[in-house]
């Protein structure tokens, strides 16, 4: 009989089920179980070639019967039973001289196993020990001093110092003959000059602002 062919476009790897997309009449998937592939070397992956053999449920979707993943190999079939009995036998024998080795009784390997715990709690009681004498023979902490009324007035107090701003040197003066705007060098120079010196011609409408068309633009 001739198998079909199809692409895995869903698989859920925990409860073991997915759909084919058949290359023939791919209007309807194919429902497949893991059973039918419990043979492949491996678990099937989304994206893998199936091929397989359909029939119709009674819902009238059709179920892959027969199945396997292309290109994957297929396990081989289980041991005849001569080779099982033979692995049997092999087993009962393990077995066997594993009850003999049981039953064997090594006295120097029980004592080794008896001292060894007992070494364990020797050593933590002795540390034990040794961390409580190290926590009795530490020094006290020093009790914090009690302030007096004479140790606060022998304490220097903070005196704060109080800024006095001392009145900024005037950058220009008045010399005689500088009196229009072509004297002067910059604006704050004319500005100087019309506020503090005598008869400046710098000022013609009197708004205050020197040489409106030279420095004060």
């Not at 290359?23 to 179980?33: G, L, R, S, W």
């Not at 359909?54 to 292309?70: L, P």
């Not at 302030?147 to 304490?155: G, S, V």
């Not at 060098?185 to 010196?197: D, K, L, N, R």
Request: charged content about 20%.
């Amino acid at each position: 009989m001739l198998m079909d062919r199809g692409v895995l476009v869903r698989w859920n790897d925990e409860k073991g089920f997915g759909f084919i997309q058949p290359e023939k009449n791919a209007a309807q998937d194919v429902f497949i179980h893991i059973s039918v592939l419990k043979k492949m070397a491996r678990k099937p992956i989304v994206g893998d070639s199936i091929l397989f053999q359909t029939e119709v449920q009674n819902d009238g979707k059709r179920k892959a019967v027969i199945a396997s993943i292309e290109g994957v190999a297929v396990v081989a079939a289980s041991a005849t039973p001569r080779s099982h009995s033979h692995v049997q036998s092999r087993n009962e024998n393990f077995n066997f001289n594993n009850k003999d080795k049981a039953h064997y009784h090594n006295p120097r390997k029980s004592s080794f196993n008896t001292i060894i715990p007992l070494l364990i709690i020797v050593a933590i009681v002795i540390f034990g020990f040794k961390q409580y004498q190290e926590f009795n023979e530490a020094p006290a902490i020093d009790e914090v001093p009690v302030l007096t009324n004479e140790d606060i007035q022998r304490m220097p107090m903070y005196e704060t110092k109080v800024r006095t701003q001392t009145p900024a040197t005037p950058r220009f003066q008045c010399e005689a003959g500088k009196t229009h705007c072509s004297h002067m060098s910059s604006c704050a120079e004319a500005t100087f000059y019309i506020q503090h010196c005598p008869n400046t011609q710098m000022d013609g409408d009197g708004d205050g602002i020197p040489c409106e068309r030279q420095w004060c633009s």
